[in-house]
């Protein structure tokens, strides 16, 4: 009998786990960047991942993996880490596919997808309005990230612009009301054009703002690092009914 992942969560912290065991994948996330210790700048993922027993999250700290580890696959993971209370996946990893489908109860299946959905949005409100939005000239360079412009000049790489040859970046405040308290966050650019696509904004109008506050309020749902939103999206009437 292969084990559990009941039984993986009861040993100690930091374990390696080299016996094979089979697990279905619920939900994946996106790629995101991470820092190494020694700096380094690497890409990671994270899945939700049950058997019959047990549901956790699973960290893959090997982007190639990306393409074996999906929604709905059954794979067989040896040699893997059992870290404060999640799986770690490294290069070192054996991810296998596997066919034959584990039983699963509904009640886990469940629970394993609502897992990924509060961390990716952990928080909830209510965008009541913009403030301070300012479309500026950026450098394209993506070390520079989107540094603004200096008379057409990238005050960081040097890098020296026409009047088209550059990209638009964006700054604005929100005001968010949660457990009826008012917030003031900051957006950047990536947060500004998932608004504009969930709202249908265009983000080319001169008028943004103003067309931003006519879709308002809505709810929304985020992630923040203390005063910026890092992720955003507008919630449709299904994810407010439905969580
Ligand atoms: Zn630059």
Same mark, same amino acid.
Do not use: W
């Given at each position: 009998?292969?084990?559990?992942?009941?039984?993986?969560?009861?040993?100690?912290?930091g374990?390696?786990?080299?016996?094979?065991?089979t697990?279905?994948?619920?939900? @994946?996330l996106?790629? %995101?960047?991470?820092?190494? &210790? +020694?700096? !380094?700048?690497?890409?990671?993922?994270?899945?939700? /991942?049950c058997d019959?027993?047990?549901?956790?999250?699973?960290?893959?700290?090997?982007?190639?993996?990306v393409?074996?580890?999906?929604p709905?696959? @059954?794979?067989?993971l %040896?040699?893997?880490?059992? &870290? +404060?209370g !999640?799986?770690?996946?490294?290069?070192?990893?054996n /991810?296998?596919?596997?066919?034959?489908?584990?039983?699963?109860?509904?009640?886990?299946?469940?629970?394993?997808?609502l897992?990924l959905?509060?961390?990716?949005?952990?928080?909830?409100?209510?965008?009541?309005g913009?403030?301070?939005?300012?479309?500026?000239k950026c450098?394209?360079n993506?070390?520079?990230?989107?540094r603004?412009?200096?008379?057409?000049?990238?005050?960081?790489?040097?890098?020296?612009?026409?009047?088209?040859?550059?990209?638009?970046?964006?700054?604005?405040k929100?005001s968010?009301?949660?457990?009826?308290?008012?917030?003031?966050?900051?957006i950047?650019?990536?947060?500004?054009?998932?608004?504009c696509?969930?709202?249908g904004?265009?983000i080319?109008?001169t008028s943004?703002?103003?067309?931003?506050?006519?879709?308002l309020?809505?709810?929304?749902?985020?992630?923040k690092?203390?005063?910026k939103?890092?992720?955003?999206?507008?919630?449709?009437?299904?994810?407010?009914?439905?969580?």
């Amino acid at each position: 009998m292969s084990p559990s992942l009941l039984n993986c969560f009861t040993k100690e912290k930091g374990t390696l786990i080299t016996e094979q065991i089979t697990v279905k994948v619920i939900d @994946v996330l996106p790629l %995101e960047k991470y820092q190494k &210790r +020694n700096g !380094e700048s690497r890409e990671m993922f994270r899945a939700s /991942v049950c058997d019959a027993t047990y549901v956790c999250i699973t960290n893959v700290y090997d982007s190639k993996k990306v393409t074996i580890i999906q929604p709905n696959k @059954v794979l067989i993971l %040896e040699d893997f880490y059992i &870290r +404060n209370g !999640e799986i770690s996946i490294t290069s070192k990893t054996n /991810v296998f596919k596997a066919g034959d489908p584990p039983e699963i109860p509904d009640d886990i299946i469940d629970k394993a997808s609502l897992l990924l959905r509060g961390l990716q949005f952990p928080y909830r409100g209510l965008l009541r309005g913009i403030a301070d939005l300012h479309r500026y000239k950026c450098c394209i360079n993506g070390r520079c990230r989107k540094r603004k412009l200096q008379e057409n000049k990238c005050p960081k790489c040097g890098r020296l612009y026409t009047e088209t040859s550059s990209e638009y970046a964006f700054v604005g405040k929100l005001s968010v009301e949660t457990d009826s308290e008012n917030n003031t966050y900051t957006i950047f650019t990536p947060q500004v054009e998932q608004l504009c696509t969930d709202l249908g904004c265009n983000i080319k109008s001169t008028s943004l703002e103003d067309d931003i506050v006519q879709k308002l309020s809505v709810n929304i749902k985020f992630k923040k690092n203390g005063e910026k939103i890092t992720k955003i999206s507008v919630e449709t009437s299904v994810d407010v009914h439905g969580f």
